[in-house]
């Protein structure tokens, strides 16, 4: 197997995009990452696009073929595979991606994520969010995807190991970076007084617990480790990228509080790349509700059950606490989350942190970095680690 | 052969509302015509809650307390009701599924008004007599309609109860019944209506008052009985006044029809009226008492019947399912803009 | 509007908590599965049919204050993991129920109820909820 290495990134502005079309985002991302990687996109011999469900947000499936055919690949009959994993669909599609170049059979390859998803009204919306959980027996009984992280929440603080303040915290520190990224949906700081009075979604998780309905697109570039100079001084190496399964429905798990499906995949990746959690400098973790953010630090293994929400809340995760730093583009709460871009722009903030350009929320020195994905409750996650060069 | 109850079992939605309420909306001294209709409240159903869910919920709690009975030996089930959820598609085949009597099995939904679980119960005495069916389930059970505003709305209420008839130990032998018929246009429900219409006071005398009197006096008659033999009266009761009138004119004491009239408390369950009061009258009776029993529904007609509870009632596993009692206690009170919205009151957008 | 067939084939499950035990292991499962993930090949033909208990107690809840279209009249609206009392968790609806009273532990049991409707004309969806019990 080769060594892979990320030597291109481009990402769209986040947010509620009305004049940009599906089409037009995935160009633009697209179209960054190649001129970040100094090609001319000819170079580019495989496709591999993140995307939860274009069949319902724009009514257009085999968006494999649009996107290789707006990217140029069709004219040169390029390969484009689209990869649908719920949240996941992003990190999914990168390690597809890096598997095809390290296996060799493609040399330059896209990763792309992107996802629009307001031009579906917000109950539509809901119901397609609602079916990466389990369609049959969850959401047909009544659950709602913000229900089942509110009913995680819920066991938590019932068992003790996060209050309601510490849970809330993961959005104040999203929201803390968000301020910085100049991409990022909600670019404005937020009091924890805010997260805790906003509107119920689903007791004990109200709005700001939430990540927002977002329209984006992010991408990366990848080649063999071993060719990358051949590009770019700038490059980033893909230490590891792991995937893990777990059941569909949450209610299948004997413990709701972690999800196994981050454990195996951490524990995959820190062993593909020779680390342990300690050494990570940032990380980017899937807070889509802000318990989301307290369970990834702790089956990352960051810090021990019980431990990660008091660190949040004290702002131990900030990007200059010298600490690890958790969610320096603002995470899915303030950068926002369009669905299948979303694993793809961890890595692309992750790949920034470590070439340095992540301006002023740059993590000083970061050597390691991971992102971490997920789909559905935990039924698909991704963690994948990146080390400076 | 002798043929009769081998189970029963009853449900009443946990939520009420109160005449006072509806009054305020209106205008109108709630307390003031909940006290000449002798109603202190009624049932609501839950908006998840249907003629399917409380004959289900119903029929559960009488198998209940039967385990020893195989529900594939049911062989017939009977819904009497006029707010069957479908205009096309049985309610009775849910229910079936439900306490897995299906496949082999004959099922039907019944209407006529007021007395279509009564009218049931007389089908599958039937089935059973003949040797038809080795058990047959008739279940009344309504989720009733008022039009807001109407005096309906202080009445129409929701609630079932399932009878297992059968001859195999019996719990109340049913020694007779018989039917007095009419074409009496006192109350009705077009096809394809929300809420039906009524005759006003037309409604009383040549309608109700007169079709129970006569079943009720062919009936005595029939077996031979006066008023005082029967330890327990059930009449229908679409609010407490009518049936404490009828109960006078026929001679029966305040103390017999006492536990088999719940519309005070619960409202008129339409269908499930009087089915719910024999089931309330059998949560307290012992082997001998005897129990007197007339139905009625609109259109017009009215079923009775002469019932003895037999010794096997001792051995009847009663606690196996709530009795009414419980079921009614612990009830949660609602506004009229919550009743609004259970009841589907409100315009929702598409 | 949604096909029908979908729900009917799982109306054993939605009516009755029909659920499936390994024969291998004896482990339970609901929905039922055709194989035990944990046996895999030696559970395979012995898989037997098991009547999930009605009653449990909760084990989480939340209250649903932004619901499906479909849920809209009853919003707000609980739903709940309930672990009944032979140890299966589901995921259903607690209803019948004040928000205030709903705690962890408390005892519920398993009645009919109406799931959705596809709007006026449409099929009528019913299944399994969950009501507070003794």
């Known amino acids: 197997m080769r060594e892979v290495a990320i030597i291109g990134v481009g990402i769209t502005k986040f947010g509620e995009l009305w004049n940009k079309s599906f089409r037009a985002l995935g160009i633009e991302a697209g179209a960054k990452a190649i001129e970040d990687a100094n090609l001319s996109g000819s170079e580019i011999d495989g496709v591999f696009i993140g995307n939860l469900s274009a069949g319902r947000f724009i009514n257009q499936q085999h968006i494999d073929a649009l996107v290789a055919d707006y990217t140029g690949m069709a004219t040169n009959h390029i390969p484009a595979t689209r990869v649908e994993a719920g949240g996941a669909s992003g990190g999914v599609a990168f390690r597809q991606g890096v598997m095809a170049v390290a296996s060799g059979m493609h040399d330059i390859v896209m990763v792309g994520g992107a996802e629009k998803m307001t031009d579906l009204d917000d109950a539509s919306i809901n119901s397609v969010m609602d079916a990466t959980a389990d369609s049959e027996w969850e959401a047909e009984m009544g659950a709602t995807f913000a229900s089942l992280h509110a009913m995680i929440a819920q066991r938590m603080i019932h068992e003790g190991t996060a209050t309601r303040e510490e849970i809330a915290s993961v959005a104040v520190n999203s929201h803390f970076h968000g301020a910085f990224n100049p991409n990022a949906q909600f670019k404005k700081a937020v009091p924890i007084e805010t997260v805790l009075r906003s509107g119920p979604v689903a007791t004990p998780l109200g709005m700001f617990d939430t990540a927002p309905i977002s329209d984006g697109a992010a991408s990366v570039v990848l080649c063999p480790l071993e060719d990358a100079k051949k590009y770019t001084d700038n490059y980033v190496k893909v230490a590891a990228s792991a995937q893990a399964s777990d059941t569909l429905a949450l209610f299948q798990r004997p413990d709701i509080t972690s999800y196994g499906a981050t454990v195996a995949a951490s524990q995959k990746a820190y062993q593909a790349a020779g680390i342990t959690a300690a050494d990570i400098n940032v990380a980017e973790v899937h807070d889509v509700y802000s318990v989301g953010g307290i369970m990834a630090l702790q089956d990352l293994g960051f810090y021990k059950k019980g431990e990660a929400g008091k660190a949040m809340l004290e702002g131990q995760c900030h990007y200059d606490s010298g600490k690890v730093a958790i969610n320096t583009s603002g995470g899915l709460k303030a950068r926002g989350h369009p669905i299948g871009a979303t694993g793809v722009a961890q890595i692309v903030e992750i790949a920034q942190q470590l070439r340095g350009t992540a301006d002023n929320r740059q993590v000083k020195g970061a050597k390691y970095g991971l992102a971490q994905n997920v789909g559905g409750t935990g039924s698909a996650v991704t963690v994948s680690i990146l080390e400076a060069i | ?350 | 509007m949604a096909g029908v067939a979908r729900e009917w084939r799982e109306i054993p499950g939605r009516y009755n908590l029909k659920g499936t035990k390994c024969g291998n292991c004896g482990k339970i499962f609901f929905p039922g599965r055709s194989f035990c993930p944990v046996c895999r090949r030696a559970s395979m033909g012995k898989m037997e049919d098991y009547d999930v208990c009605r009653t449990g107690k909760v084990f989480t809840f939340s209250v649903v204050h932004e619901a499906p279209e479909s849920n809209n009249l009853q919003k707000p609206y609980v739903v709940a993991m309930v672990q009944t009392d032979d140890g299966v968790m589901i995921t259903a609806q607690l209803v019948d129920v004040e928000f205030d009273k709903v705690q962890i532990g408390m005892p519920v049991k398993a009645v009919l109820r109406k799931l959705s409707t596809d709007g006026e004309s449409g099929i009528i969806r019913y299944g399994y909820k969950f009501v507070p019990c003794e």
Not at chain 2, 40 to 49: G, R, W
Not at chain 2, 87 to 114: H, L, Q, R, Y
Not at chain 2, 163 to 187: C, Q, V
Request: with cysteine; charged share 20%; glycine share 12%.
């Open chain 2, 1 to 350: 052969m002798d043929v009769g109850i081998v189970s029963y079992g009853a449900y009443v939605p946990r939520y009420r509302i109160k005449p006072e309420e509806i009054g305020r909306i209106w205008g109108v001294d709630g307390k003031g015509m909940g006290k000449g209709l002798m109603i202190n409240q009624k049932s609501v159903p839950s908006p998840d809650e249907d003629v399917v869910t409380i004959a289900t919920e119903a029929a559960r709690n009488m198998m209940a307390r039967v385990p020893e009975v195989d529900p594939r030996d049911i062989g017939a089930i009977y819904v009497g009701s006029e707010s069957h959820p479908y205009a096309v598609k049985p309610t009775s085949t849910i229910v079936a599924e439900a306490i897995e009597a299906t496949p082999n099995m004959t099922a039907a939904d019944m209407e006529f008004a007021c007395k279509a679980g009564t009218a049931g119960i007389q089908v599958c005495m039937g089935l059973v007599g003949s040797g038809m069916v080795k058990y047959g389930v008739a279940i009344g059970a309504d989720t009733s309609q008022g039009a807001p505003g109407d005096a309906l709305e202080y009445s129409a209420s929701a609630g079932g109860a399932a009878y297992l008839i059968g001859s195999e130990k019996i719990i109340a032998k049913i020694n007779k019944t018989l039917s007095f018929t009419t074409d009496t246009p006192d109350f009705w429900r077009r096809e394809g209506q929300p809420y039906p219409k009524h005759g006003g006071r037309f409604t009383g005398e040549p309608a109700y008052f007169r079709h129970i009197t006569s079943a009720a006096k062919m009936m005595m008659e029939a077996v031979g009985t006066k008023p005082e033999d029967y330890d327990y009266a059930v009449f229908h009761q679409p609010n407490g006044k009518f049936p404490t009138r009828v109960a006078a004119q026929l001679g029966f004491t305040p103390e017999q029809i006492q536990y088999g009239l719940l519309t005070p408390e619960i409202g008129n369950t339409y269908s499930g009226a009087v089915p719910l009061g024999l089931a309330n009258v059998l949560d307290h009776a012992k082997p001998g008492d005897r129990i007197f029993v007339t139905s009625y529904g609109s259109g017009a007609g009215s079923d009775a019947f002469d019932i003895t509870v037999t010794d096997e009632m001792k051995n009847y596993k009663r606690d196996k399912a709530p009795v009414l009692e419980k079921v009614l206690a612990d009830p949660i009170y609602l506004d009229y803009g919550t009743y609004a919205k259970f009841k589907g009151k409100i315009v929702m957008p598409e």
